[in-house]
């Protein structure tokens, strides 16, 4: 695969949580810290960098403030520290529980307090010492063994999870992690939980719960015995081994998981390169040669399509679109236009792609469908313009699925989507996140959670206990982020209520959702 943009190994961001369910927050004014605030947001986001003497202490920097941690010799401490310095410098101590405690290398002592009465001062590892780690990022990732240089993905045929894939091709690449009782389990594309053992179970039950740990910018998961997961074995199933300190089989690094589509032609056929180079819609159903790596460019909002292959799109003399470019180019870029069920794509000559009679795709095309009646044909008769005919097909239009979610969770401008307690809305502001099952029918999606089919009601509402499914359609509009509209033509957004509304009316802002 090309290194060119798709493998992005995520930047591990995190929040801190004391023993009173409070995240360390780094305040603007004064560079102060505390430990006051109910849920994780920018200002209760850190990141942890390795000590540039390449030492055993790392540094804690505010994604906030772009400032390091630091505690001085008589316990005060602050995040003030444009720069480095010795007093920046901290231990991480996993304890047998999951949680952390900090130590100061240079003065010994441990961080720790409540509220605004934090400090690093104390001699002994007592509860308000403990830290819990919650990470920041989109829980859903893609896992890569560092050792063998494979993805993990699911085996269905072996009720495994193995480190064996090439590419993190299809939905079996798909992970997400569930942080549950200050610990995070491993979440299967099909809903079930990896334990330490290597079995994969619909419950996670307590081996099925995993410690964090960070090693020069990797993850390890060290399970409840104090054993750490790798893969074992010529198959490379992911269980723990024998060691109870991570070594480089026991790293991996988590990447950023790109959609991954399937289009479908108005001959209801799928685009394959199945039969070559030339992208074409002439198969049945949907499989490797038929899916795409869907990536939109963060400047241009502009997406590639990334074959199995190993090329990308590009338009050819001609017009013709083949699966041959190695590298991103203005020709493998493609203006997407969202029109509702469907989707038109408009190529570098500012054509639109078609499908031509043979099944090939083209950028031919000056209109989506025929030229609108009336239009001048180019031709003149009797000295007068001909029209065109009333419209006919849409060749112009593609069905567009995304197949590499089957479970589904949102991120907003505020936080994640999640059900609200003893009711049967949404909110938008949460640090934790449900997990929402999404299925999809003729260019719609439908979406699941625990009560019920999600349903919009009277003046923007959105219900999660609907008995019979609502279709909403998905827009992807910039990376990483999804624009979701009802049935109505409004937006689902975030709001100031914290609750999640149809009243959006354009996809932008609080309309937009990480998934």
């Known amino acids: 695969m090309p290194t060119n943009g798709l493998r992005q190994v995520l930047k591990i961001q995190f929040g801190l949580v004391n ?3 409070r995240y360390l927050t780094a305040e603007s004014f004064g560079f102060k810290v505390n430990a006051s605030a109910p849920s994780l947001k920018r200002k209760q986001t850190w990141v942890l960098e390795p000590d540039p003497g390449q030492g055993a202490a790392v540094l804690f920097r505010s994604s906030h403030l772009g400032r390091y941690l630091s505690a ?3 316990g005060r401490v602050a995040c003030e520290a444009e720069q480095p310095g010795r007093d920046c410098r901290f231990l991480v101590l996993p304890q047998p529980d999951g949680r952390w405690a900090l130590q100061s290398e240079p003065h010994g002592r441990f961080f720790g307090g409540t509220e605004d009465q934090l400090s690093c001062f104390a001699t002994a590892i007592s509860p ?18 560092v050792s063998r240089r494979r993805y993990v993905h699911l085996c269905p045929q072996e009720d495994e999870m193995a480190a064996d894939g090439d590419m993190p091709w299809g939905v079996d690449a798909l992970l997400t992690l569930i942080f549950q009782s200050r610990r995070y389990c491993l979440k299967s594309c099909d809903s079930r939980y990896l334990c330490s053992d290597g079995r994969l179970v619909w419950e996670p039950e307590a081996r099925a719960c995993y410690t964090l740990e960070f090693k020069a910018g990797k993850l ?10 790798a893969p074992v074995g010529p198959a490379g199933t992911l269980k723990a081994g024998r060691n109870t300190r991570p070594g480089k089989d026991e790293l991996f690094d988590l990447e950023e998981s790109h959609p991954q589509v399937v289009l479908v032609a108005a001959n209801h056929r799928y685009l394959s390169v199945r039969q070559g180079v030339n992208v074409s819609a002439n198969q049945d159903e949907e499989m490797d040669h038929e899916t795409f790596l869907m990536q939109i460019d963060r400047e241009t909002k502009k997406c590639t399509f990334y074959s199995s292959t190993g090329g990308y799109w590009t338009l050819v003399t001609h017009g013709g679109i083949q699966a041959t470019a190695t590298q991103v180019s203005a020709n493998t870029m493609f203006e997407m236009e969202w029109r509702g069920r469907r989707v038109a794509l408009k190529a570098s000559n500012g054509r639109y792609v078609c499908m031509k009679k043979n099944g090939q795709l083209a950028a031919s095309s000056d209109f989506v469908g025929e030229p609108p009646y009336g239009s001048w044909t180019g031709k003149v008769a009797d000295g007068r313009p001909q029209q065109r005919p009333v419209p006919a097909g849409k060749d112009e239009e593609f069905t567009l699925k995304l197949i590499n979610r089957p479970i589904l969770v949102l991120r907003g401008l505020d936080g994640f989507v999640c059900h609200r307690r003893g009711s049967n809305q949404l909110d938008t502001n949460r640090s934790v996140y449900d997990v929402f099952h999404l299925s999809f029918s003729d260019g719609a999606y439908q979406i699941r959670g625990r009560g019920g089919f999600w349903n919009t009601g009277n003046h923007g509402s959105v219900c999660s206990d609907g008995e019979r499914a609502e279709d909403f359609l998905f827009e992807f509009r910039e990376r990483g982020r999804v624009a979701i509209r009802a049935r109505s033509g409004k937006y689902l957004r975030g709001g100031a209520s914290g609750l999640l509304r149809a009243d959006g009316d354009a996809p932008a802002g609080a309309a937009l959702w990480e998934y």
Not at 220 to 229: I, N, P, S, T, V
């Open 19 to 21: 023993d009173t369910d």
């Open 128 to 145: 308000a010492e403990l830290w819990t780690v919650h990470l920041a990022i989109h829980p859903q990732a893609h896992l890569l063994s």
């Open 220 to 229: 390890a998961f060290k399970d409840c015995d104090g054993r750490y997961l």
């Open 72 to 74: 001085e010799e008589d």
